[in-house]
């Protein structure tokens, strides 16, 4: 008997709390009057802009064209005005020039032709994937062609797709999987190709058994070389690193990337977007999101042009109910709490959460109890590196206890029973040790 | 646009588990109930005073205290627990100043002076234990018969738990016998019970009656069994591992078997290793003194360490050591070395560089 695989160290079992969301089937939000387009949407060096206020844009128009080595293009979601180019704060606190477009009533019909992607050549695939302006879905927005440029001295054996949509509360990548699940497979199928990948795993929780179930069959039908792998409930699971721990038992070492042990992981709604790019060019202009919590009156899964306001948002799902106290974007382990609904959605925006407050429980001392040590999925202490780094000891905590390793899961300051916020200290240790 | 609520701007994550400090202090009293009822069953109403006066004296020193550093902390439940185990490990004789002295001890000494909840580097229920064992040692030694076997107890051998009594008869000379004899030979007495069980089970009938409980000792540390099911419930709970308590009883167990027949002159591997175990509040001490937070190593590596030592420490002062508190004294030697423990032992990390290293050069 094969035991089913999850990653062995550390891991949290939050409530997963997608129930609210599950079921919605995507829909399209009715355009907004006006989008604000962040210029810096990506992990890197914010794009350059091309259009001065009063220009008129076409829908998947380059607006914002990338510098540098790790960036990427903008594109206009719509045809419309550029009414002005403002300063705007992302979630994640980003301040950045944004451009806000007025939409024009009239907006072109949809789509192409769609074109057989197996026709064309890697290269060509590769720079449309640049060209429109692909990055990461899962939240980190790491730029898709710098890291599907691939040295000539690594290899892909694997090519992991993420589609454990391990957060609590998010569904936009189940519902993904449910309603395009052959399209997702296809850009699957374009992104290996690109690297040339020798094995392709899509890993798939459990809590999805149907998605998985649903992506098997395809696959089976199409006779694809796809290999789709039920992974065990556990939070962190949708970390790279815990993935391909978890999926083909490779360990990425302190510091390296996946392509070090011959690996590159992608989100599955990436997946989707490379589909739609290099079959339907279509830019990366929009995307689904998951707007949910127990503060929302009818949760839903919204396909959005990226820049629509959070207000338009919550507005089409019947706004907010309750006693909300918190506005997340992302999901609620890792995602960054706002609370300016003017606030735009980003390509990074997997979810819009309002959460209901919560017991407030009094904040102890630590008590070291240990269990911050047992939960963290690197085998850090989180509770040594919360004491030196409040007793400004940053040295200690970035050398010998490894801070910079901490990638703010969060599966410390969910077990802590004196309610420490250790995620808020370190990454503040890890500003306040780099200043050093 | 309607009017928007204030929200609230704070780090992730946004979710919580239900854990809290003061969750866990409820969890481990509650652990401990069916042993403290136990204990005032077998011992009388007196116990259950010695307990509150305990108690009482622990949170109201705890409250004063905070009176004085300007915070409000008795509602975590720590003061309580300290309190409890306190009145817990006391003989069921003492006159009442006694506890409140080791109350007053563990909450001030041990605990306030080095920083309240959390700070504090030796077990202060512990602490208080000590404490007032080594300042009224008769008091702290003079046991109380168990109502259990009162009708049966020869008045010799009344205020003597059996470890005390086995102790003193090897030390005065007595050699060739296991503990089973000795107490046999003296006419120590067993419950009706422990013997009909004996006679089905060829399990000694000391050894039963240490496990149920009917043996003299302090109030909360006589039964094994009843301790047991404290801990298998704060194991179920997930408030403790299994690393302490089980690599303690294990390796002071295994320890020993091999060695502890030697002062009795039985030579190797014929130490009384079950009766051990269920004696003079081992179990007691691994499943609720030694397993205490502060006090005890983070990393389940560094408690596995911490339990050995602990149950080392237990073996060799019972074995060979000439004082009685073997148990509390081993822990609070280990609890002097737990910061070392997590300074050199902690968990591998993910994706550690040296690992890597060796096995490039490996292959």
């Known amino acids: ?436 | 646009m309607t009017e928007q609520p204030l929200m609230i701007v704070s780090s992730s994550p946004h979710l919580h588990d239900k854990s809290s400090t003061a969750n866990i202090m409820w969890h481990v009293s509650l652990a401990l109930v069916p042993a403290t009822l136990w204990g005032i069953y077998l011992f009388g109403l007196y116990s259950l005073v010695i307990i509150l006066v305990s108690i009482g004296s622990a949170v109201l020193a705890e409250f004063l205290l905070g009176k004085l550093s300007k915070e409000c902390t008795i509602w975590d439940g720590s003061a309580f627990l300290t309190g409890l185990l306190v009145g817990l490990n006391m003989t069921p004789s003492v006159p009442l100043f006694i506890p409140i002295v080791a109350s007053i001890f563990a909450i001030f000494v041990a605990k306030w002076t080095f920083g309240g909840l959390g700070a504090n580097w030796a077990n202060p229920a512990l602490s208080g234990r000590i404490f007032v064992f080594f300042s009224f040692t008769t008091y702290m030694s003079s046991f109380t018969t168990p109502r259990t076997l009162l009708k049966a107890m020869p008045d010799a051998l009344g205020g003597a738990t059996p470890l005390g009594f086995v102790k003193t008869a090897i030390a005065s000379g007595s050699s060739g016998m296991t503990s089973n004899e000795l107490l046999a030979q003296a006419g120590y007495p067993a419950t009706e019970l422990a013997r009909k069980l004996c006679a089905v089970l060829g399990i000694n009938a000391y050894t039963i009656d240490s496990f149920l409980g009917n043996i003299a000792g302090s109030i909360g540390e006589v039964s094994s069994i009843l301790l047991l099911i404290g801990g298998i419930y704060l194991l179920i709970r997930k408030i403790i591992t299994w690393h302490i308590p089980v690599t303690y009883l294990l390796s002071s167990a295994v320890l020993t078997w091999i060695f502890g027949g030697l002062p009795a002159g039985l030579g190797m591997f014929h130490g009384a290793f079950f009766p051990s175990m269920l004696s003079g509040g081992l179990m007691f001490g691994a499943l609720f003194m030694a397993t205490d937070y502060v006090t005890s190593p983070l990393s389940s590596k560094g408690k596995a360490v911490f339990g050995i030592g602990c149950g080392f420490f237990t073996f060799l002062f019972r074995t060979f050591g000439s004082m009685p508190e073997a148990v509390s004294v081993s822990i609070l030697m280990m609890n002097i070395i737990t910061p070392t423990i997590d300074r050199y032992i902690r968990p591998r990390k993910f994706g550690d560089k040296k690992l890597f290293a060796k096995k490039e050069a490996v292959a």
């Not at chain 1, 390509?347 to 109890?369: D, F, N, Q």
């Not at chain 1, 801070?403 to 503040?428: I, M, N, Q, R």
């Open chain 1, 1 to 436: 008997m094969h035991a089913v695989p999850t990653f062995r160290k550390g891991g949290v079992h939050p409530p997963d709390h997608k129930v609210f969301s599950r079921e919605q089937e995507i829909v399209r939000l009715p355009l907004p009057s006006e989008l604000v387009v962040a210029l810096s949407q990506h992990m890197g060096a914010p794009a350059k802009p091309l259009k001065a206020k009063g220009d008129t844009v076409e829908r998947g128009e380059k607006i914002g064209e990338s510098v540098g080595f790790i960036s990427a293009d903008v594109h206009s979601p719509v045809n419309g005005t550029i009414k002005e180019i403002k300063t705007v704060t992302l979630p994640n606190s980003v301040q950045c020039d944004a451009f806000v477009i007025t939409v024009d009533e009239k907006q072109p019909g949809d789509a192409s032709k769609p074109i057989d992607w197996r026709k064309l050549k890697k290269e060509e695939l590769f720079a449309s994937i640049k060209e429109h302006g692909i990055v990461g879905l899962g939240g980190a927005t790491f730029p898709a062609h710098v890291k599907f440029t691939v040295p000539r001295d690594k290899k892909v054996e694997y090519f992991v797709v993420n589609g454990v949509e391990c957060e609590p509360y998010l569904t936009s990548d189940y519902r993904l999987m449910m309603e395009k699940g052959k399209e997702t497979l296809e850009g699957i199928l374009i992104a290996a190709k690109i690297l040339e990948a020798e094995k392709i795993i899509v890993g798939v929780e459990l809590n999805k058994q149907d998605a998985i179930d649903h992506l098997k069959e395809i696959v089976k039908e199409k006779g694809w070389p796809i290999e789709v792998v039920g992974l065990k409930v556990k939070y962190p699971q949708g970390d790279e690193k815990q993935l391909l721990k978890a999926a083909i038992n490779r360990e990425i070492p302190s510091g390296k990337l996946p392509l070090d042990v011959g690996a590159v992981v992608s989100n599955i709604g990436t997946c989707y977007a490379i589909y739609e790019a290099i079959v339907y060019k279509k830019s990366l202009y929009e995307r689904i999101i998951s707007v949910t919590g127990e503060g929302i009156v009818n949760p839903k899964n919204i396909l959005a042009p990226i820049g629509t306001k959070v207000s338009d948002l919550l507005e089409f799902c019947g706004g907010l109910q309750g006693d909300v106290e918190k506005l997340v974007s992302g999901g609620p382990m890792m995602g960054f709490a706002f609370f300016d609904t003017e606030t735009p959605v980003t390509k990074g925006s997997s979810g819009i959460l309002a959460l209901h407050a919560r017991k407030k429980v009094r904040r102890t001392p630590c008590i070291s109890c240990g269990k911050c040590v047992d939960a963290c999925p690197i085998g850090l202490m989180p509770t040594l590196l919360y004491k030196h780094i409040t007793n400004l000891n940053y040295e200690v905590a970035m050398n010998s206890l490894s801070l910079l390793d901490c990638k703010e899961c969060g599966s410390c300051s969910y077990v802590c029973p004196a309610h420490l916020p250790l995620v808020h200290t370190f990454k503040t240790g890890k500003k306040m040790g780099r200043k050093k």
